[in-house]
């Protein structure tokens, strides 16, 4: 089974809006990283979050991380058509070498 | 791009038959990673090399087999090939074996078993 899972499964919203994806894994975690995979491509890494970090930004991307619910959420703020494709999170396992995805979140934004 | 170059990007071949998927990591990454990626799976974690070495072990059939070269290179070998085993196959590649290096991905090899 998957470490990570994202919710919702799919998002549809119009541009300029606001997109958040959330984030919830099973065990303890070293760190979480945010993906994104236009299709058929190779995923690109936006941003990873140590387990001792709250929060952290990159440009229009806002991470949360909360330890004590084994949750992560992703805000994407007024985002664009450019911003259309899926979204994973990935967590490694403490003490492990493993990167484990989630099934993903795909967003689409309409013009 | 990523620096992680896959060949070949498309793979059609008939069940049981055996294929080859190379990959090239970014330059000074040590760490090979492969994942299969399929609709109804997802992303699922292969297997992971650290400078020619094996580190981890996920979900990889007993007819899959991987290996990392001397010169980095990784190549993973499926054999007895199934239906079930098309998918997109990724590699990616990371500066360390730990899991505090962002992966990045080659744009992977889309494999059809007919």
């Known amino acids: 089974s998957q470490q990570g899972e994202e919710d919702p499964q799919a998002l549809s919203i119009q541009e300029g809006e606001n997109a958040t994806m959330n984030c919830s894994y099973k065990?303890?975690?070293?760190?979480l990283q945010w993906y994104r995979q236009n299709s058929g491509r190779g995923l690109v890494h936006l941003i990873l979050?140590?387990?001792?970090?709250r929060e952290k930004h990159s440009g229009r991307l806002r991470v949360t991380l909360d330890t004590s619910k084994k949750s992560s959420s992703l805000l994407i703020t007024a985002s664009r058509a450019a911003d259309t494709a899926s979204y994973f999170c990935a967590t490694d396992v403490t003490g492990g070498f493993k990167t484990i995805f989630g099934a993903g979140t795909r967003l689409f934004v309409k013009a | 791009d990523s620096g992680v170059t896959q060949t070949p990007k498309h793979l059609i071949t008939a069940t049981g038959q055996r294929v080859t998927l190379r990959c090239s990591p970014r330059?000074?990454?040590?760490?090979v990673y492969w994942y299969q990626q399929s609709l109804d799976q997802g992303l699922q974690f292969l297997i992971q090399?650290?400078?020619?070495?094996?580190?981890a072990k996920g979900n990889i059939l007993e007819r899959f087999s991987a290996q990392q070269f001397p010169d980095l290179h990784s190549e993973l070998n499926l054999s007895s090939l199934e239906l079930g085993d098309s998918a997109l196959y990724f590699c990616?590649?990371?500066?360390?074996?730990?899991?505090?290096?962002?992966?990045?991905f080659g744009n992977g090899t889309r494999l059809t078993v007919t």
């Open positions: 330059s000074g990454d040590l760490s």
């Open positions: 065990t303890s975690i070293n760190n």
């Open positions: 979050i140590r387990s001792n970090e």
């Open positions: 990616a590649s990371s500066a360390s074996t730990g899991s505090n290096s962002p992966l990045h």
């Open positions: 090399y650290y400078n020619g070495e094996e580190r």
